[in-house]
T-cell receptor, first 109, second 116 residues
Framework: DAKTTQPNSMESNEEEPVHLPCNHS???????IHWYRQLPSQGPEYVIH???SNVNNRMASLAIAEDRKSSTLILHRATLRDAAVYYC??????????FGPGTSLSVIP | GAVVSQHPSWVICKSGTSVKIECRSL??????MFWYRQFPKQSLMLMAT?????????EQGVEKDKFLINHASLTLSTLTVTSAHPEDSSFYIC????????????FGPGTRLTVL
């Protein structure tokens, strides 16, 4: 799996939007961009994924740069329950999922 | 979505004993299971990939004789930590490999192992 780069930590105020960036300059044409998050003492949870077009679901939005070398996970209104470590992962096959350090998001009441 | 369970959710054992962790896929069949461990304040590290009916594939640096993986059925995979030591204390997480790149990957809730 290709490598991704994320900030170690970010802060957000409650009820404000959060933009979590991810750089993946070595992404290949067949790599899908996946986002997962992990709450304390829990297994990771799927958030969203996409290939080229921006994606929306009930949890978040994924904005993918035109050259696909970066993407941004958008939480439209952060809540205290969104405080977690967010992982940006590239996947190109049915192969294993490799996690990077991720971004630890803190939400301030 | 797919449901993955792990048992036990936490376990405390004495040094030198063996501990078995079960991972069950409750509403689907998983031919492949990924096993991860996570130390405090660190990311998940892939330990091994198990395939139903065949030997597991271990990542570099993971001792296959210490971490025994059995994937005897499509709904159950087990990880046994043999002769556990305090440095094996960690959070162990399983994940069935079924969705591929086009779908979401599901993860178990994790098992917290503490070795005294």
């Amino acid at each position: 799996d290709a490598k991704t780069t994320q900030p170690n930590s970010m802060e957000s105020n409650e009820e404000e939007p959060v933009h979590l960036p991810c750089n993946h300059s070595t992404i290949s044409g067949t790599d899908y961009i996946h986002w997962y998050r992990q709450l304390p003492s829990q297994g990771p949870e799927y958030v969203i994924h996409g290939l080229t077009s921006n994606v929306n679901n009930r949890m978040a939005s994924l904005a993918i740069a035109e050259d696909r070398k970066s993407s941004t996970l958008i939480l439209h209104r952060a809540t205290l329950r969104d405080a977690a470590v967010y992982y940006c992962i590239l996947r190109s096959s049915y192969d294993k999922v490799i996690f990077g350090p991720g971004t630890s998001l803190s939400v301030i009441p | 979505g797919a449901v993955v369970s792990q048992h036990p959710s936490w376990v405390i054992c004495k040094s030198g004993t063996s501990v078995k962790i079960e991972c069950r896929s409750l509403d689907f069949q998983a031919t492949t299971m990924f096993w991860y461990r996570q130390f405090p304040k660190q990311s998940l590290m892939l330990m091994a990939t198990s395939n139903e009916g065949s030997k597991a594939t271990y990542e570099q640096g993971v001792e296959k004789d210490k971490f025994l993986i059995n994937h005897a059925s499509l709904t159950l995979s087990t990880l046994t930590v043999t002769s556990a030591h305090p440095e094996d204390s960690s959070f162990y997480i399983c994940s069935p490999g079924l969705a591929g790149v086009k779908g979401e990957q599901f993860f178990g809730p994790g098992t917290r192992l503490t070795v005294l």
